[in-house]
């Protein structure tokens, strides 16, 4: 087990900048639950909330091989990912001032981790 707690898991996305991406495995024994049912999906969703921590994708996944990017709500890179999968005119302004600002490898990351 890599985190004992979601708190563990909550420092080290913001060791690492506001994102961290980790097998729905390594989230699920943070939270301190043995199946992946879906009420415990529902409540790791509630408890991440909780900790100032949005994921994507947005329905954590049943399977615990699959990989869950955990990113720190109103962090640079969380408000990116939220302008890239949340569409408006506000975030294709941000999306472009993100651009224009010289963050265009930044974005084209953001869209290959996202997008796959």
Do not use: F
């Not at 708190?7 to 639950?33: F, S, W």
């Not at 890239?84 to 224009?100: C, G, M």
């Amino acid at each position: 087990m890599k985190y004992a707690t979601l708190d563990e898991l909550r420092e080290a996305v913001e060791r690492n900048q506001g994102v961290l991406t980790e097998p729905m495995q390594e989230i699920r024994d943070a939270h301190g639950a043995g199946r992946l049912g879906i009420h415990v999906r529902t409540n790791i969703s509630k408890a991440l909330k909780g900790l100032g921590l949005s994921h994507y994708p947005e329905a954590l996944p049943e399977y615990q091989h699959v990989p869950v990017r955990v990113y720190k709500q109103g962090s640079p890179v969380g408000d990116l990912i939220d302008a890239v999968l949340n569409p408006s005119p506000t975030h294709d302004d941000e999306l472009r001032q993100a651009v224009s600002g010289g963050d265009a490898e930044l974005l084209r990351q953001v869209r290959e981790l996202i997008c796959g």
